[in-house]
């Protein structure tokens, strides 16, 4: 999705959904991934620092890493006229198995945030927030009704 700014520059959101994902220690650092984005990490202008590429290839980070990788280089290339991204990360609050849980034996942090901001050189590249405060703004309009209706009864509602 693209967004224009009050100054009229363009900031992408890469956008990811997460709900009931289960992530295991599993290190996924072969030959056929680490070839790609190791490059892509050594990369002077790359927005992860970290001198332990193989500690991010552990999922949700691994994940995290190709959509941080994606927004980067889309607005280096100048795409949708961006000159910059934000990942936003959607997640229930309810969702501890994924929130409160660093897989990465080598990453630092309490939490996946806490854990994936400790990599990113700007933290204010990567948000997560709840499903519910993501959409609040859709309420404001009058036609946005059935959407949240179905939202609500299909996620939020016991």
Known sequence: MVGKKEDGNNVLFLI????????????????????????????PNCPIKSDDYESLYY??????????????????????????FVHLHIVPKENKELLDRVTSPKLKGNSMSEAWQGVLKE?????????????LPIYLYEDTKSITSYLQIRYWRS
Do not use: H
């Open 16 to 43: 990811e959904w997460k709900y009931t994902e289960d992530y295991r220690r599993e290190n996924k650092y072969i030959p056929q991934r680490y070839k790609i984005y190791d490059k892509l990490l050594a990369e």
């Open 59 to 84: 999922e949700p980070f691994y994940q995290l890493m190709r959509q941080t990788l994606l927004g980067w280089k889309m607005v280096e290339d100048g795409e949708y006229s961006c000159d910059e």
């Open 123 to 135: 933290k204010k590249r990567y948000l997560v927030i709840s499903p519910e405060k993501f959409i």
